[in-house]
């Protein structure tokens, strides 16, 4: 298992950090935020993956301290993201870095230049249930871009965390401030929540790609 503290301490000399404070300070966050990675055991994921991208370094370095630590080669073409061990249309539960990690998946980094994804905020997780079929099925792998965690008018397929629970739907913005919730899936009835109600829903991020098993 990996040790909060000492993934903590790779991140601050790859960012010649020397203090919780300036590390924290790097990543945006809160003064304490470094602190409270280390006192609840949290392996911060994202901020881990975003330094393997900016900085080339090997994501199996910083998460293990094994192994080269830059990238080289073959590996210096790939992008390394979490796929979580969790589903979206009938689970319970928020998208957070303490949801387990079911594995990691390499991707091209020019295949996702050619399918216009650029995201440094990505991670997959899987489908569950009937009500995105034919679109998306039960069992599908989903690429989720949270930095894409804004909907416009134009709409598209997201993940979102609506009364605490994990759904896969179509969201769109109306011009009246509502915003619209629907199935692919006619057989599943589709909703619409006020702009005052809107604290209800949080989105974790855009569906960008998905795959299944053939």
């Not at 080339?56 to 910083?62: F, N, Q, R, T, V």
């Not at 080669?73 to 009938?90: D, F, K, R, V, W």
Request: glycine share 10%.
């Amino acid at each position: 298992m990996n040790n909060s503290i000492e993934v903590i301490g790779r991140l601050k000399s790859i960012h010649n950090a020397t203090t919780d404070k300036q590390l924290s300070e790097i990543f945006g966050l809160s003064k304490t935020g470094v602190f409270h990675w280390k006192n609840r055991d949290v392996i911060p994921y994202k901020e881990v993956c975003m330094t393997a991208l900016e900085k080339g370094i090997s994501l199996e370095w910083l998460l293990t301290g094994k192994g080269d630590k830059m990238e080289t080669g073959s590996t210096a073409q790939q992008l390394t993201i979490p796929h979580y061990a969790i589903q979206a249309s009938a689970g319970g539960g928020a998208l957070v870095e303490a949801e387990p990690i079911e594995q990691h998946l390499s991707l091209s980094r020019e295949w996702l230049k050619r399918e216009g994804i650029s995201s440094k905020d990505l991670i997959g997780i899987y489908a569950k249930g009937d009500s995105m079929e034919p679109t998306i099925n039960s069992g599908d792998s989903l690429l989720i871009d949270r930095e894409k965690n804004i909907v416009g008018s134009e709409g598209g397929i997201y993940v979102i965390n609506f009364e605490g629970e994990l759904f896969v739907k179509r969201v769109q913005k109306l011009l009246d401030g509502r915003v619209a919730v629907t199935s692919d899936n006619k057989n599943h009835l589709s909703i619409e929540i006020s702009k005052h109600d809107l604290e209800r829903l949080k989105i974790i991020g855009r569906v960008v790609w998905f795959g299944r098993k053939l």
